[in-house]
């Protein structure tokens, strides 16, 4: 049974830097791409960050444009986690952050790509 586990979440005030954790179970984590993406309410889902698998290769990371700056996504196949971490959190990043796995071996930032889901933690920025 494959197993997504988000964590990590939480409150912080704005400025502040905060590490996701998504901790995958029931495949092998080397052969599948890790996705971050993230919902805000009355929001589409949109994507955040992602990495690509490396059973063959050195993992890539791909991020959104707007948050490019901020984010340092990486994966430790000894854990099977991947980490996302976000710096100088803003009130607009305020959203239940979602994980999601795929054996594909290009990346991508469509949520159709991704066959297995986290349930999803939630990420509150105030000010």
């Known amino acids: 049974q494959v197993q997504l586990i988000e964590s990590g979440g939480g409150l912080v005030q704005v400025g502040n830097s905060l590490t996701l954790c998504c901790a995958v179970?029931?495949?092998?984590?080397?052969?599948?791409?890790v996705v971050w993406f993230r919902q805000a309410p009355s929001k589409e889902r949109e994507f955040v960050a992602a990495i690509s698998r490396n059973a063959e290769n050195t993992a890539v990371a791909d991020y959104a444009d707007s948050m490019k700056d901020r984010l340092t996504i990486s994966r430790d196949n000894a854990k099977n986690t991947v980490y996302l971490q976000m710096n100088s959190l803003k009130t607009e990043d305020t959203a239940v952050y979602y994980c999601?796995?795929?054996?594909?071996?290009?990346?991508?930032?469509?949520?159709?790509?991704?066959?297995?889901w986290g349930q999803g933690t939630q990420v509150t920025v105030s000010s």
């Open positions: 179970s029931g495949l092998t984590f080397s052969r599948y791409a």
């Open positions: 999601a796995a795929s054996s594909a071996v290009s990346l991508s930032r469509r949520v159709g790509a991704y066959d297995y």
